[in-house]
C-alpha cells in the first residue's frame, strides 16, 4: 500500500472517531404534556428534530394503565427507528416505570444501577454503547424530588459505581440546581454548558435549572439548548453535541 493513501486512510480512521455525537435529554413525564394529553408521537417529533445518536428519558411508563398499557420505550423506538433499553425503577398501575435509553448506535450492554434512599425508588439505567472502535456508557438519571440529603447520598452511590468508566455521558433530572451539594458531587465531571435561558421546568413557564448533561472523557461541543418546547412534557428536552 503507497505511503499516500496510508496517510488518507489513518486520516479517515481519525474523522471517524472525531466524529461528534448529538444527545437529547428529557423527562417526558409518561408522554403527558401541559395540555393533560398523552401523546407519545409529538414527543418523537420533538426528538427527530433533532437527529440524535443518543436520547436519554425519564419517567416512562411501560405497560402501565395510565398511558394505555404501552410499553413506551419500545414505542418511541420504534417511531425514531432507534433501539430502545427500558430500565425499571418500581411495579406502577399494572405495569413498570422508569427510565429510557434509546440508541442509534450498537449497544452492547444496560445495567440498572438502584440508588440508596426511602420514598419513590430512583435508579440510573447505564449503556454500554460502541461509536467506531470506541465504547462508552451513556447513562440516563432521575434523582429524588422530595428530599435535598436523599439526592446527595444518591449522587455520590451513582459517582461511586461510575468511577472506574473512562469515558460516561450523564443525563437526567437531577431535581437540583447549578452549584447545589447535590451537583457538587460530581465537581471533577465536565457539566456542559447551556446556552441562555437555561431554566427547564416547569415546560410551560420553566423557573428551575434542574435537568443537565455531564461528562467524563468527552468534551463539549457548544452549548447545550433547552428546547423551547412549551407543551409536549411539564419539563423542556435539552440537545446538544459533544466529542
Known amino acids: 500500500m503507497g505511503i499516500v493513501r496510508m496517510i488518507f486512510l489513518l486520516g479517515l480512521c481519525l474523522n471517524l472517531e472525531a466524529e461528534p455525537l448529538k444527545l437529547v435529554c428529557w423527562n417526558i413525564h409518561h408522554g403527558v404534556g401541559e395540555d393533560g394529553r398523552l401523546d407519545l408521537k409529538r414527543i418523537a417529533e ?22 394505555g398499557k404501552v410499553k413506551q420505550a419500545e414505542e418511541l423506538g420504534r417511531l425514531l ?83 472506574d468508566r473512562p469515558a460516561v455521558i450523564l443525563c437526567g433530572d437531577f431535581n437540583d440546581v447549578p452549584r447545589s451539594e447535590t451537583m457538587k458531587v460530581f465537581g ?23 435537568d443537565h448533561v455531564l461528562l467524563r472523557g468527552f468534551q463539549s461541543r457548544g452549548q447545550l439548548l433547552v428546547l423551547e418546547e412549551k407543551i409536549a412534557s411539564d419539563h423542556r428536552p435539552l440537545a446538544g453535541s459533544v466529542e
Open 46 to 67: 420533538v426528538i427527530r428534530a433533532e437527529k440524535p445518536d443518543l436520547v436519554a428519558l425519564q419517567e416512562v411508563d411501560q405497560g402501565c394503565g395510565r398511558s
Open 81 to 163: 427507528g432507534m433501539k430502545a433499553v427500558f430500565g425499571k425503577a418500581m411495579d406502577f398501575g399494572g405495569g413498570e416505570y422508569g427510565l429510557a435509553v434509546l440508541s442509534a448506535l450498537p449497544v452492547w450492554s444496560h445495567q440498572v444501577h438502584r440508588l440508596p434512599g426511602d420514598g419513590e425508588p430512583r435508579i440510573a439505567l447505564e449503556v454500554r454503547v460502541k461509536q467506531s472502535s470506541r465504547e462508552f456508557s451513556f447513562v440516563s438519571v432521575h434523582l429524588d424530588h422530595q428530599d435535598e440529603k436523599r439526592r446527595q447520598s444518591q449522587a455520590k452511590h451513582l459517582h461511586a459505581e461510575l468511577a
Open 188 to 210: 471533577n465531571w465536565q457539566t456542559m454548558p447551556k446556552r441562555e435561558p437555561a431554566l427547564t421546568a416547569p415546560a410551560g413557564d420553566p423557573r428551575f435549572e434542574i
